[in-house]
């Protein structure tokens, strides 16, 4: 198993980055060292079955999130590499100087999207606290990536039996290149050959 940081106060929150990179590669045929996304994607599968976690998304957020304009939902959709941090950071909008939103209809209107944004930013919350889906004092990104992911294909294919459980993005591959693995080209190995290559053609 890779060693990983644990929170103390939270039991079952066991899977974040790990502490330091290790050169052993994914095995596929070994219970105990999971690709990250597979083992976060089954904590997550996991805690639903056993908790209220869909009861209550599916409730005051997911209502929330069906309310938006489309200009607060466009901050945390598919158009964003990681859709929660634009709901997670659109406080900040609330202390913008008022003379530069004053002076600038596109920034008004960004703000006015921003801050809307903030009382599902506060449920969304609130969700993470109540089930133990936090580090460091706030909510883990890549549980609250599962998260976002379901309230936008909810919101989007409200009937279709895939969205009455979790969906879960696909920001981490499930395999990747290990030192320890044959048949593999470092990135930097294949840059220098493509730049040898180069050179011997400008030499002729």
Not at 7 to 13: A, G
Not at 28 to 44: S, T, V
Not at 46 to 75: C, D, G, Q, V, Y
Request: charged share 25%.
């Amino acid at each position: 198993m890779r060693p990983v940081q644990r929170n103390p106060d939270l039991p079952h929150n066991f899977i974040e980055l790990p502490t330091q990179t290790l050169p052993q590669a994914f095995r596929p045929g070994d219970p105990d060292n999971l690709p990250l996304q597979e083992a976060r994607k089954r904590f997550m599968n996991i805690l639903a079955a056993n908790s209220r976690l869909k009861n209550r998304l599916f409730n005051k957020p997911l209502r929330l999130w069906m309310s938006l304009t489309p200009a607060a939902a466009k901050l945390c959709n598919w158009d964003c590499i990681v859709p929660w941090f634009g709901i997670l950071y659109c406080a900040q909008w609330k202390d913008l100087d008022a003379t530069i939103a004053a002076g600038d209809p596109q920034i008004a209107e960004e703000q006015r999207a921003n801050i809307e944004l903030i009382p599902l930013r506060e449920a969304l919350i609130n969700l993470a606290l109540q089930f133990g889906l936090m580090y460091r004092g706030e909510p883990s990104t890549w549980a609250m990536g599962t998260i976002v992911e379901t309230l936008i294909w909810r919101g989007r294919h409200p009937t279709s039996k895939r969205t009455r459980d979790l969906v879960h993005d696909t920001m981490l591959h499930q395999a990747y290149p290990s030192r320890t693995e044959t048949d593999w080209v470092k990135p930097r190995l294949a840059t220098d050959a493509h730049t040898s290559s180069l050179k011997r053609k400008k030499a002729k």
